[in-house]
């Protein structure tokens, strides 16, 4: 994994602009802090920040190879799944490699495939590859959109990056805010519209996308996006397919020439990987695995069954770790110290984002750092495989909007009257234009076109902002977190499950629970759905609650004039009459605080400009 940018301005001489370049190429130094490179050559500019995870000696970017008189560069972020068949298929046709590296095998395929060459690979990917006879810049972002690549487009050029910080490093790019993107942030953050990077005029490539450009028009095409297919597997085959797609792909991320553990919660999708990997270690004689765990201090002494979570981690981590022999290790946090990371969490994701949902990871991160370079998360599985509770409850599931906010009014309670007249309307389009471009059968029931409406509102909305959380909480550390269950091949098999099967015995990722049980103790299979760990010490929301009165009486905050005082102190006297979440069931009233500490944050550090 790495950071990546790149600028292309046909009339500009970029060997000029060394200052700006090294800037953006400094901005992303906690992406890779292996090694960097850049290659500026007239008009176009491209550069790297390596975290050497596969081939050390010779992965170094940018990279270029030559056939004949054609010359290709690339910077790539990622990780290539399918690397070593890839090879010998390219090798069959008549190249020729000199590194082991995915990146080559990367470049190979854009020189022979062209502009479809995304369409051959699976992994996790964002890359820029530099065309020198066609004077081109291509660009590429995984299926599933786990990594991350940002542009802005200009008259004369385009610059991209794996960050909006880092174009912000260029003059050219302004940080301006317009009424779109403050509706961004305070209607639908921390989520955010695929392809939009909340500041005015900068944009996001979109998962499954590619784009060309050359010096004139930016050309984009979705190579990937979620199809509609009659299922004709039976439950036995579903069940078995679900099993070999899962334990493939988990077994294809466990290879790393650098360190590499398991995150660990004890919950059903985390022990699955963890399973995998132990069983794969075992087979090859490597040892046990590692595992992590993350918890707060005194949790457990304040912690308090919901329908969200039920259980504490802690009840189920042991019994798998005694299950699998991994060498685990349990990491707990400090109240304090979390508070004190929320703006840190801004600084990693470069917006507000799921607040202490976010910083907590962070420092977790942080800690596994300092003894592996790679690490595998049970991310997504509750997307794909219906675990969340608003799959279940036919209210919420038939209800006409976001399931995980679905009501604006605690939104609209902290902001001034008047603020974002279209604000409503804004949020309710973005939510039926996913519907409506939700691809179906003729021969869906009703329960199952609504499933499939369900799994694009998840797929394109919440789980992007999990992948996000994900990607910078851990980058920002040099950890690269693999996520398996993103495997494109297992996401097209679950979109086509009819709910039936997926949700087999009636319960929530039923049909993964079936996969593997007998495999794993039976407790686990069996353990009621529980999401990220949060605190649930009342010192932490003190501390949140101490900081936002600061910030509703300070005149010279970028919020006054936003938030309306009245509604934030209605949330801090009285945080348990917050009936619906802001944005899932982790960020309720202690992160609603917290995210206006962060958006405060924000707006201070990037000198926005409001333009309403």
């Known amino acids: 994994m790495c950071g990546i940018a790149g600028w292309f301005d046909k009339h500009r001489d970029l060997r000029e602009q060394k200052l700006i370049i090294d800037r953006m190429s400094e901005s992303l130094g906690r992406r890779g802090p292996d090694d960097s490179g850049t290659m500026t050559k007239d008009h176009i500019c491209l550069i790297h920040r390596r975290l050497a995870v596969i081939d050390v000696e010779n992965g170094a970017q940018p990279m270029t190879k030559q056939r004949g008189a054609d010359s290709y560069t690339i910077v790539y972020n990622g990780e290539l799944y399918n690397t070593s068949e890839l090879r010998a298929e390219l090798i069959s046709l008549g190249w020729s490699f000199s590194t082991k590296s995915d990146t080559e095998v990367v470049l190979t395929a854009y020189m022979h495939w062209g502009e479809s060459c995304s369409e051959h690979l699976n992994g996790i990917f964002a890359f820029g590859i530099w065309d020198r006879s066609r004077e081109k810049l291509f660009l590429s972002r995984d299926r599933i959109g786990v990594k991350p690549l940002f542009f802005y487009q200009y008259n004369e050029g385009l610059i991209f990056a794996s960050e909006i910080n880092t174009l912000l490093q260029n003059p050219l790019v302004k940080p301006v805010i317009n009424e779109e993107g403050m509706t961004e942030l305070l209607l639908i953050g921390p989520g955010r519209t695929l392809g939009q990077g909340v500041f005015k005029d900068i944009g996001e490539l979109l998962p499954g996308e590619w784009a060309s450009f050359d010096g004139k028009r930016l050309l984009r095409r979705r190579y990937y996006t979620l199809t509609a297919h009659e299922h004709n597997d039976s439950p036995e085959n579903s069940i078995e397919n679900v099993r070999s797609l899962i334990t493939d792909s988990v077994e294809r991320q466990l290879v790393s020439d650098v360190p590499l553990c398991c995150f660990l919660s004890g919950g059903l999708d985390s022990s699955i990987i963890s399973y995998i990997a132990s069983e794969k270690y075992r087979r090859e004689g490597r040892g046990a695995i590692n595992t992590y765990s993350v918890d707060y201090k005194d949790n457990r002494r304040y912690f308090r069954s919901s329908v969200f979570q039920p259980t504490p981690d802690s009840d189920f981590i042991g019994i798998m770790t005694d299950a699998i022999g991994s060498q685990h290790h349990n990491v707990t946090i400090n109240n304090d110290l979390l508070f004190r990371s929320l703006k840190l969490a801004v600084d990693a994701r470069d917006l507000p984002g799921m607040t202490d949902v976010d910083a907590s990871l962070l420092l977790f991160c942080g800690v596994i750092k300092e003894d592996f370079t790679v690490a595998l998360s049970g991310e997504c599985a509750d997307e794909l495989f219906g675990g969340y509770p608003w799959y279940h409850n036919r209210d919420v599931l038939f209800e006409d909007t976001f399931p995980w906010s679905r009501s604006l009014a605690v939104r609209r309670s902290i902001l001034k009257g008047g603020l974002l007249p279209r604000g409503e309307e804004y949020v309710r389009q973005k939510y039926l234009d ?154 309720r009233a202690p992160q609603i605080l917290a995210y206006i500490i962060q958006l405060d944050y924000w707006f201070r550090k990037t000198r926005v400009t409001i333009e309403m």
């Open 434 to 587: 996913t519907c409506v471009h939700t691809d179906k059968l003729p021969t869906d029931s009703p329960t199952d076109r609504r499933m499939r409406e369900m799994f694009s509102l998840n797929f394109y909305w919440f789980m992007q902002t999990l992948l996000d959380r994900k990607d910078r909480m851990s980058m920002y550390n040099g950890l690269e977190v693999r996520v398996p269950f993103c495997d494109y091949r297992i996401v097209d098999y679950a979109y086509n499950l009819p709910w039936e099967i997926k949700a087999m015995n009636g319960r929530e990722k039923g049909i993964v629970r079936e996969a593997f049980r007998g495999l794993l103790p039976d407790s686990i299979i069996d353990r009621k759905k529980s999401p990220y760990p949060k605190t649930h010490d009342p010192m932490y929301f003190r501390l949140c609650a101490d900081a936002v009165r600061n910030i509703i009486k300070d005149h010279s905050s970028p919020l006054y004039g936003i938030l309306e005082p009245s509604g934030v102190e209605a949330i801090i006297n009285d945080p348990e009459k917050i009936s619906s979440p802001w944005y899932g069931q982790l960020m």
